[in-house]
């Protein structure tokens, strides 16, 4: 595999970071631009910074919408590696692994296992940015690690053990304390176990959810700093995707220039406004549904296809390979929504080469021709000029 040489640049490495670990520790940590808690969307606007990797640890749930699992494969498929562990990147790396997202830590191996299953084990409550996301209760899977451990060290029993993760499953995660977890076991622990716990405990409590943060950013940064890249996903094949996800998207991208950065939808309001916008959009959705019927009819382009396509846009737009990027980033697009895109046009063409037979009784390209000159007025102009007298050239 060939590999890029090592980089230390900030971008390359994207971390999503919240109550799991705090920033300071995770910059001392690796290399890496942190971002808060993904929201939904957020993964999507991240690529606009062109990162090799993206690091998804803590996401948000509940009163604002989680990030999506779209996002992840749209990453993927712009060619970013994608990790994930210690909490919500644990639970979409159990979702995605087999897609191609990287799950790293014991908590994600417990989901893959099924041995976790409900989400809510790695919830909590944390304090907002400005307070650094500072946990304010204990998540389940923290409580189950230091009962595991406990009981490892002979501090607790099976029985004792298991009473102190149902007492904190009987919680709500956001009243799940440890003096609250350790009051709700009550009798469940005699005296003597009491004094060995506090014994114990005074070395300070295991944090799972830390050590598979740390974890995750480490193996993240180990990946950005080899210079490899992330297994292709060229070939994969999966439906394009729904209206509902492309609209998302499309609102919700970044177009980066050289002033800086502006939303796409913002982007979108002034095309509304323009004077070719009735054009621009017929011409897109004249596209979309002559790819959408070709593939409902099973046809598909080969790469050859799509890649004659790719090259004679460029060719179309007359920019050059080493402009490329920025010219995709100003557009809010990747490499791979440029080839979905050109992978369209191939199958218009498709279409329009092969419409005779589409049809039971299809029209002609000389029939087509015809149709729309005269529309246009193409056609009478051209009956005039070929009716019109001849001058007869002046004697001298």
């Given at each position: 595999m060939k590999r890029r040489p090592a980089s230390s640049r900030p971008d390359d490495l994207i971390v999503f970071l919240g109550p799991s670990l705090p920033e300071a520790e995770a910059l001392a940590l690796v290399p890496c631009r942190v971002l808060p808690p993904a929201r939904q969307g957020d993964l999507w606007r991240a690529l606009t910074l062109r990162p090799r990797a993206i690091a998804l640890v803590d996401g948000v749930f509940e009163a604002q919408p989680s990030v999506w699992h779209h996002e992840v494969l749209a990453a993927l498929d712009a060619g970013v590696a994608v990790f994930g562990g210690a909490s919500m990147g644990a639970l979409r790396a159990a979702e995605l692994a087999p897609h191609g997202m990287v799950g790293v830590g014991a908590i994600f191996e417990a989901y893959q296992r099924g041995e976790l299953m409900d989400?809510?084990?790695?919830?909590?409550?944390?304090?907002?940015?400005?307070?650094?996301?500072?946990?304010?209760?204990?998540?389940?899977?923290?409580?189950?690690?230091?009962?595991?451990?406990?009981?490892?060290?002979?501090?607790?029993?099976?029985?004792?053990?298991?009473?102190?993760?149902?007492?904190?499953?009987?919680?709500?995660?956001?009243?799940?304390?440890?003096?609250?977890?350790?009051?709700?076991?009550?009798?469940?622990?005699?005296?003597?176990?009491?004094?060995?716990?506090?014994?114990?405990?005074?070395?300070?409590?295991?944090?799972?959810?830390?050590?598979?943060?740390?974890?995750?950013?480490?193996?993240?940064?180990?990946?950005?700093?080899?210079?490899?890249?992330?297994?292709?996903?060229?070939?994969?094949?999966?439906?394009?995707?729904?209206?509902?996800?492309?609209?998302?998207?499309?609102?919700?991208?970044?177009?980066?220039?050289?002033?800086?950065?502006?939303?796409?939808?913002?982007?979108?309001?002034?095309?509304?406004?323009?004077?070719?916008?009735?054009?621009?959009?017929?011409?897109?959705?004249?596209r979309a549904l002559l790819a959408g019927w070709a593939r409902s009819l099973g046809l598909s382009p080969t790469p050859e296809e799509v890649a004659r396509a790719e090259s004679e846009q460029w060719a179309r737009l007359g920019v050059a390979p080493p402009e490329r990027a920025a010219w995709l980033a100003a557009c809010g697009l990747d490499a791979h929504e440029f080839r979905r895109l050109c992978e369209e046009r191939a199958l218009e063409g498709l279409m329009l080469e092969h419409a005779a037979r589409l049809l039971p009784d299809g029209p002609s390209w000389d029939e087509a021709l015809a149709s729309e000159a005269r529309l246009e007025g193409r056609w009478a102009e051209m009956a005039a000029r070929l009716t019109a007298p001849r001058r007869r050239p002046r004697k001298r």
């Open positions: 989400d809510a084990e790695v919830a909590l409550l944390h304090a907002d940015a400005e307070h650094g996301f500072r946990a304010l209760s204990v998540p389940l899977v923290n409580v189950r690690h230091v009962a595991r451990l406990a009981q490892e060290a002979g501090v607790l029993s099976a029985a004792e053990s298991r009473a102190l993760v149902d007492a904190a499953a009987a919680l709500f995660y956001q009243d799940r304390t440890w003096p609250r977890v350790l009051q709700a076991v009550g009798e469940a622990w005699p005296a003597s176990t009491q004094g060995r716990w506090r014994t114990w405990a005074a070395g300070g409590l295991a944090d799972l959810k830390r050590e598979d943060a740390r974890a995750c950013l480490q193996a993240a940064a180990a990946f950005v700093a080899s210079g490899a890249r992330p297994p292709s996903r060229e070939g994969v094949s999966r439906p394009p995707p729904s209206s509902y996800v492309r609209r998302r998207r499309l609102v919700e991208g970044l177009c980066e220039t050289e002033a800086g950065l502006v939303s796409s939808e913002d982007v979108l309001e002034e095309l509304r406004a323009g004077p070719g916008a009735q054009e621009l959009a017929r011409a897109g959705l004249r």
